[in-house]
Structure formats: structure tokens, C-alpha cells
């Protein structure tokens, strides 16, 4: 039996998903389910356990952190809201009353996540683990209420995005001139560079319609 939930884990789920899918990290979570305590007691779910056993509420705080990792990376609308649902009747033994609806309610979850995981997983494997660990740090921060603190963490994956990409496109320049640009520099002379660009678009375009009308003149 587990001892306690493992935040270290579940708080970087972002992060973890890069090496290990949510469905096998659900399948391995559940695979003893039945000979947990609070299914022992009889027909009926015996609620005091059930609300205090480690495994079950382990079990229960990965769900709700998938499933705000789902919602973060936008995936299927109806499948999340499904499976919101799904946790939060996992969280009341007394509406679940018997094994069955229990095993129900996580087969029907299992489901969902075997549908929503390949889109997640295109996504996840997009993200760098810099920029994963960071976005799990402002989706903590989130949950905690920490608002400014998750804006400043979901900024700073940005930002290692923008950095890497011009790392990637020419080091000499990065080191000669966006070394030390921050975040805010770095959006302004690209917003002044696309409008310079189309600024210089619009100037050319404009000359090339008058000298085709001077020509059909």
C-alpha cells in the first residue's frame, strides 16, 4: 500500500508523461484495487476507509492532476468534462456505495484516457523538458492559487521557447545580440521586425499595383 500520494511525481506530471503514458501509470495505480481495505468490508464500501485509504486517495490525486493537464493542453472538451465528473463522484463513497460502481467509474475513466492520450502525447512530445517542467510548475501554482506566480512560470517556458528557437536558427547572433534580451525585449523586436516587414510589404505592393495600371494605361 502506497503511504502517502506522490506529489513528487504527480506535481511534474507534465514532465513524467515524456517517459511514461498516464495509462500505464493508471493500470499499474489500480492493479491490486480490489484487495484495498475499504472493498473488504462487505457489499457496501465501507466510506470512513475509503476517505482516509492512502492507495485510493493516491489513485484519486492522479486522476484530478491528468485531468487539469488535459484541460491545460486543451484536449477533447467533452472527454474532460467527463472525466471531472468522473473524479469528483470517485471522491464520495456514499454515491459509489458498492465495488461495482467503483470499478465502473475507473473503467469508464480508463476509456477516456485511451481516447484523449495520443493527442496529448503529439503535445507532450512537442515540449522540451525545460519547457515541461516549467509548465508543471505554473499548473501548481495554478491549482494553489498562485496566479501571478503561474503567469510568471508559463512566461518563463515561453520565453525558453522563443530563446531555443533562435539558438537553433543562428548562435552567432544570439550570443552577439539577444544574449541578455529578456522576454519583453525579445516580443518587441520581433513585433517591430513583422512590422517593418509589412510595412515594406504594403510599400511594394502599392508600387507594383500603380506601375501595372500605369501599364495598362
Known sequence: MTEQPEYDKINQLLHFMKTERFSRTLTDHTRDQRKWCPFKHGKRINGVCYLMNPSVQNLLAWMRKYTTCCEFLDANRYSTEEMKALSLR???PEILNDYKSYHDAIGRFKTLVDFIEPHIATKIDQMTCQESIQMDEALVCFENYSFYASV???????ETRIVELIKRRNKTLYNSTFYKFTLGQLAHFTHREHSDRSIMNSEIGH???SEATLGVR
Open 90 to 92: 470517485l471522491q464520495h
Open 152 to 158: 510568471i512560470m508559463a512566461v518563463s517556458a515561453v
Open 207 to 209: 508600387r507594383e499595383r
